[in-house]
């Protein structure tokens, strides 16, 4: 089930180094979200948007930016990645806040 | 605000044995509620949701409304149910519960 598709799949990078992770989707939905997993916390939402115009901030935006190019397409930005967003950053979409799809996940490592 | 809350990180069992993952929601409103699943080096997919009254791979979730609960349960824990699992209320900003691993032991 490739309809939603994360990029890259892995990515080491420097502290203070700007990153991008991307996501698109195939499946129509409006809605897309950003989150990331980390053990022990489970998964936290960082932004989401319910259209190409709105952006919305999650549980824990700071240090993260966003932007929605398309309607299937929703990229999340580290301006400064700093360690502790080391983590596995998941994409998603939803038809109007139902059921989820996920992209497969990227692994992100700042050293 | 719409919070749920699963208060355990891992639950540990044995094959055969009855499994119980909690749930608990702070709700306003009527709740709607999920339960998804993720299994090792799979993405995240949802496993059923509390309107549909179904049974996925042998897992129930019934709505208490007054516990304020939609614990997952399942009656014969296999081995490949070793996963962890995602309490989710419906809603706009989709915020998950901190997830249970489950650990199935033969």
């Known amino acids: 089930d490739a309809d939603v598709t994360q990029t890259p799949r892995n990515r080491i990078t420097k502290t203070g180094k700007r990153i991008m992770l991307e996501c698109s989707q195939t499946?129509?939905?409006?809605?897309m979200y950003w989150y990331r997993q980390d053990p022990g916390l489970g998964l936290r939402l960082i932004y989401y948007s319910f259209d190409v115009k709105d952006i919305n901030k999650g549980e824990i935006s700071d240090g993260y930016s966003v932007s929605r190019q398309a309607q299937a397409k929703f990229s999340l930005s580290l301006e400064s990645a700093i360690p502790n967003q080391t983590a596995l950053y998941f994409c998603?979409?939803?038809?109007?806040?139902?059921?989820?799809?996920f992209g497969s996940g990227t692994q992100l490592s700042v050293l | 605000a719409q919070r749920v809350t699963q208060p355990e990180k891992l639950l540990s069992v044995f094959k055969g044995a009855p499994v119980e993952l909690k749930c608990n929601y702070s709700y306003s409103g009527s709740p709607e509620l999920f339960w998804y699943v993720q299994y090792s080096r799979q993405r995240l997919q949802l496993l059923l949701r509390?309107?549909s009254r179904e049974s996925i791979k042998g897992f129930t979730a019934d709505l208490n409304k007054g516990e304020t609960s939609f614990h997952l349960k399942k009656p014969f824990a296999q081995e490949e149910d070793s996963a962890m699992y995602y309490c989710?209320?419906?809603?706009?900003?989709?915020?998950f519960g901190a997830g249970t691993i489950l650990r199935v032991k033969s």
């Open positions: 499946k129509g939905h409006d809605r």
């Open positions: 998603a979409t939803s038809d109007r806040g139902e059921k989820l799809f």
């Open positions: 989710a209320p419906r809603g706009n900003k989709l915020v």
């Open positions: 509390h309107i």
